[in-house]
T-cell receptor, first 111, second 113 residues
């Protein structure tokens, strides 16, 4: 069964550092997403991406965040200057006409 | 603010019983509704999707949707210990990207052997 692959599975970074979370969506999917889940809280939408541009973003997705699809297969989320409150699980997802497939997630810990 | 509400639980049922999970949503224009299962530290896994009023059955799982009441539920028959997880209700709100999901906080289900 096709999978959404995320790397790394766990990233520890110092506050103020830049991090890049990587995702390889399912190859024939057209929509790509990032979600995050702070420990004990709900899964929250960050951004959706379609046709090589952002189609929608949430209030969480401020100027510290950016996404790109640099090479037609990878889909990345960059956090420019991490804060303690960015510590969370970050899930990438992709979808076709209906239905999502989530990746296994990257646990980001900001210290 | 478009919200999805669930009882956080925990909901505890004996093995073999029916577990009933409930969800309400605020956006009356919502079109698509999903139940996900999430084990601790893992990603959400799709259990059921439902788009029209009524019941939809898949194996031991039945999703029920009532758009007039803005209510969606999930029944798990013959509950097994392996069903112990957090169940997330997710709604595709109207407007914006067609596939953005708004999640509830989830209901923790424990099935006791």
């Amino acid at each position: 069964e096709p999978e959404v692959t995320q790397t790394p599975s766990h990233q520890v970074t110092q506050m103020g550092q830049e991090v890049i979370l990587r995702c390889v969506p399912i190859s024939n999917h057209l929509y790509f997403y990032w979600y995050r889940q702070i420990l004990g809280q709900k899964v929250e939408f960050l951004v959706s991406f379609y046709n090589n541009e952002i189609s929608e973003k949430s209030e969480i997705f401020d100027d510290q965040f950016s996404v790109e699809r640099p090479d037609g297969s990878n889909f990345t989320l960059k956090i420019r200057s991490t804060k303690l409150e960015d510590s969370a699980m970050y899930f990438c997802a992709s979808s076709a006409l209906t239905g999502y497939t989530f990746g296994s997630g990257t646990r980001l810990t900001v210290v | 603010q478009k919200e999805v509400e669930q009882n956080s639980g925990p909901l505890s049922v004996p093995e073999g019983a029916i577990a009933s999970l409930n969800c309400t949503y605020s956006d009356r224009g919502s079109q698509s509704f999903f139940w996900y299962r999430q084990y601790s530290g893992k990603s959400p896994e799709l259990i059921m999707s439902i788009y029209s009023n009524g019941d939809k059955e898949d194996g031991r799982f039945t999703a029920q949707l009532n758009k007039a009441s803005q209510y969606v539920s999930l029944l798990i028959r013959d509950s097994q210990p392996s069903d112990s997880a957090t169940y997330l209700c997710a709604v595709n709100p109207s407007g914006g990207s067609n596939y953005k999901l708004t999640f509830g906080k989830g209901t923790l289900l424990t099935v006791n052997p």
